[in-house]
């Protein structure tokens, strides 16, 4: 069965790191890049998030690397971010029970859903305990399909996966970020 990972997972994730500075070019070929979005006050889950993004062939985005964004929150922030977002070939929203605080997250995942649609779309829940996620069942998460680990039907060792709750069926990450 599939399940999400926890906030301390993702932070053990977040520490054992290789990488010294999260990942960004503004050249990068959309194909790859994936944005992103998470609240602030989830900085400590987000290089967790990265990693896993990048190991499984994806070029995460996140807003607070990105050289070109304004220095203080604008119209032009926001405009931006809309770029940014269409630009990405995948959108991740990286949820905890902070994301309901942000004024940042819904907005982004509105920009995402009206560019993308729900396929290109994955809600990435870090819980605070494991298989405890009902605060993350707002209204409209359930459009989209979550990032979790478990056993996948055909392979022989558990994964980061795709997962369609609905459906009741899953891709490996890898093929979902490289668009299967």
């Known amino acids: 069965m599939p399940r999400n990972i926890t906030r301390d997972e993702l932070k053990n994730i977040s520490a054992q790191s290789t990488r010294s500075q999260p990942m960004f070019k503004a050249n990068a070929s959309a194909q790859n890049m994936t944005f992103l979005s998470h609240s602030s006050k989830d900085k400590d889950l987000v290089m967790g998030a990265m990693e896993i993004i990048a190991n499984h062939g994806g070029l995460p985005y996140i807003d ?10 604008s119209e032009e922030t926001a405009d ?3 770029q940014r977002i269409n630009q990405c070939n995948r959108f991740v929203l ?13 907005w982004e995942l509105g920009v995402a859903d009206g560019s993308k649609g729900p396929a290109k779309i994955a809600v990435f829940a870090a819980s605070t305990i494991r298989d405890i996620d009902s605060w993350s069942s707002w209204e409209y998460m359930g459009l989209y399909p979550r990032i979790t680990w478990g056993q996948l039907q055909g392979y022989p060792n558990e994964m980061w996966m795709v997962y369609w709750p609905k459906a009741n069926n899953a891709v490996p990450l890898e093929k979902w970020l490289k668009g299967y």
């Not at 607070?64 to 929150?73: C, F």
């Not at 990286?94 to 819904?106: A, F, G, I, Q």
Request: no cysteine; hydrophobic share 25%; glycine share 0%.
């Open 64 to 73: 607070e690397v990105d050289p070109e964004m304004p220095r203080h929150t």
């Open 80 to 82: 931006l971010l809309k």
């Open 94 to 106: 990286l949820t905890s029970e902070n994301s309901k605080e942000s004024r940042w997250v819904p």
